[in-house]
């Protein structure tokens, strides 16, 4: 079946603009994962929703990261205000149960800041 | 929060020889421990995980290893091949939740 998907697959904007990352977990997965992976480093945990509910934002860098899930399916992590330290790989990951298993990442949103 | 951190950094063998990558963690409520592997330019993909009640998991040529007292797990590639080329990541996961902590990576170079 399809697997994770996220779009844009690049983002150049601005510094200052406001961006909105959208993924798309494998259907029927309960639960969402947001990471941050910087060139030649892990992912980076950012944030992770059970359904629609939010369950540890404490990896979100500062408060110009949010991230929601409205209605227990699609997610947006949304940076306002972007800076260049902003820019990086943005990857989000589902995965079946609300417990710890394998997760199935997506292809990452490349998030360029000028 | 937890804090994984990763040895080697890169690594190059002969192909046929074994690789062996290290990894621990500093948050004893950790209990499980996936481990991903990332060619380039594609997506993380797991290739073996452990949980904290067992000290061993084999996979045909893949096994990995978890001593909790030293908060410390490593994975073991045998008969390496050059398609085994990729980059490593061991993750820990804490039992309060489910999200993974990474480690920095391991590139993996076999060479023919």
């Known amino acids: 079946g399809a697997g994770v998907s996220q779009s844009p697959r690049y983002k150049v904007t601005k510094r200052g603009q406001d961006v909105a990352l959208r993924c798309d977990p494998i259907s029927g997965h309960v639960s969402l994962y947001w990471y941050r992976q910087a060139l030649g480093q892990g992912p980076e945990f950012l944030t992770y929703?059970?359904?629609?509910?939010?369950?540890?934002k404490s990896g979100l860098p500062n408060d110009r990261f949010s991230a929601e899930r409205p209605e227990g399916s699609i997610s947006t992590l949304t940076i306002q205000r972007t800076e260049q330290r902003d820019s990086a790989m943005y990857r989000c990951?589902?995965?079946?149960?609300?417990?710890?298993?394998?997760?199935?990442f997506g292809p990452g949103t490349r998030l360029l800041v000028l | 929060g937890e804090n994984v951190e990763q040895h080697p950094s890169t690594l190059s063998v002969q192909e046929g020889d074994s690789a062996v990558i290290k990894c621990t963690y500093s948050?004893?409520?950790?209990?499980?421990f996936p481990w991903y592997k990332q060619e380039l330019g594609k997506r993380p993909q797991l290739i073996i995980d452990?949980?904290?009640?067992?000290g061993e998991k084999k996979d045909q040529r893949i096994a990995v290893t978890l001593n909790k007292t030293a908060k410390h797990f490593s994975l073991h590639i045998t008969e390496t091949q050059p398609e085994d080329s990729a980059v490593y990541f061991c993750a820990a996961s804490p039992n309060t939740g489910n999200q993974f902590y990474f480690g920095t990576g391991t590139s993996l170079t076999v060479i023919p």
């Open positions: 929703f059970n359904y629609e509910a939010q369950q540890d």
């Open positions: 452990i949980r904290s009640n067992v």
């Open positions: 948050d004893s409520a950790s209990n499980y």
């Open positions: 990951a589902s995965s079946l149960r609300r417990t710890q298993e394998t997760q199935y």
